[in-house]
């Protein structure tokens, strides 16, 4: 299989967090919390742009006191008020943003107190996102992405990456 690379510039990931931050103000978020990795840099730079303090969560690491464990003080933060924003640079397949949905749930999070945001959110996904700069179609649009974060990747990484799950490719 051939694997189409399609940049996502710096241009229309700083036009995405702009548009992210526009919509999200009505809610009020009272913390963002960025995902590793591929949410880390927009949860940066919405963070300034919106003026919100910012934590990080890596569930997919598997470490525990950067996942679950911080999955628990989130879940306190959201019965204390808090309303949580996850930044997530795409929405593909939505197993990360449903193992984080699931892990907060198993952890008395408030349902309500949290949102997901995305650069990129694929209509087909398996989970919705509150907040999106730009929706895809995988039943249409069989591009790899590649973020300004991730192009120091050597190309053979990107194509592995890809290949996690083939069928969103072909």
Known sequence: MSIVFTPFTHEEMVAGVHAIAAAAEAWNPTLLVG???GGLTPAVFLSHRMGLP?????HSTRIAQFGEELVSV???RTRDGDRLLFVEDINDSGKTIGEIRAALAGESAIASRIRFAVLLDNLRSSQQVDYRARPID???DKDWFVFPWEAMAPRDTLAEDAMEVPERLA
């Open 35 to 37: 995902v590793g990795r």
């Open 54 to 58: 910012l934590v990080s969560i890596d």
């Open 138 to 140: 995988r039943s249409v």
């Open 74 to 76: 989130l879940a306190r």
